[in-house]
């Protein structure tokens, strides 16, 4: 147990809707990050808070966003749904914000789109 | 551009012989490198890691090595145990990163036959 929660662990949703993924850090972690693995695709970053604040964007499409709260959760919020949004979402936290540390990840989230 | 190139998809290896998984990347900026190991169903779990002024670090049956020059590192797995039979994910940072995001390979799989 890596000590991140997410929730939910499946979902599934059709094409055009909104959902919202759930992330709790790890203990003491004041980062989180979240990654997107498409089928047959690594793991593609898609953005990093810190202690509240955007610190770092990849990959993310206009129609997500995130933010994370004053507790340190996140939320990863995905509209406008397509088919090729299905895939698998994992959050990871870290103590740091920057400079080299591993990354733990959850059980992620498997979003269906139909 | 993948940054981060795992080019063997696969790998079988017999229980007790060495597994040996190669990982290839092209940003010089990138001077920390972890190994993940991913079951199915379950998010990554960090195995073992290496900065850039190492090239080599062992803990108990992984051994990662980095050869800079050649923009490449490796793990090594003796001796390899079916318990390890998983997808093994190599991910680089860069330190001058304003955040800490890691980029990923995409993945190896290993399975060690009894």
């Known amino acids: 147990d890596s000590g991140v929660t997410q929730t939910p662990k499946h979902l599934i949703t059709a094409t055009g809707q909104r959902v919202t993924l759930r992330c709790s850090p790890r203990?003491?972690?004041?980062?989180v990050y979240w990654y997107q693995q498409s089928l047959d695709q690594g793991l593609q970053f898609l953005i990093q808070y810190y202690n509240g604040d955007e610190r770092a964007k990849g990959n993310i499409l206009e129609r997500f966003s995130a933010q994370q709260f004053p507790d340190l959760h996140s939320e990863l919020n995905l509209s406008s749904l397509e088919l090729g949004d299905s895939a698998l979402y994992f959050c990871?936290?870290?103590?740091?914000?920057?400079?080299?540390?591993?990354?733990?990840f959850g059980q992620g989230t498997r979003l269906t789109v139909v | 551009d993948q940054q981060v190139k795992q080019n063997s998809p696969s790998l079988s290896v017999q229980e007790g012989r060495i597994s040996i998984l190669n990982c290839d990347y092209t940003n010089s900026m990138f001077d920390y490198f972890l190994w993940y190991k991913k079951y199915p169903a379950e998010g990554p779990t960090f195995l073992i890691s290496?900065?850039?002024?190492?090239d080599k670090n062992e803990d108990g049956r992984f051994t990662v090595f980095l050869n800079k020059s050649a923009k490449h590192l490796s793990l090594h797995i003796v001796p390899s145990q079916p318990g390890d039979s998983a997808v093994y994910f190599c991910a680089a940072s860069a330190v001058n990163n304003a955040g800490n995001m890691l980029t990923f390979g995409g993945g190896t799989r290993l399975m060690v036959k009894p």
């Open positions: 990871a936290s870290s103590a740091q914000g920057a400079g080299n540390t591993e990354a733990f």
């Open positions: 203990s003491g972690d004041l980062s």
């Open positions: 290496i900065s850039s002024i190492k």
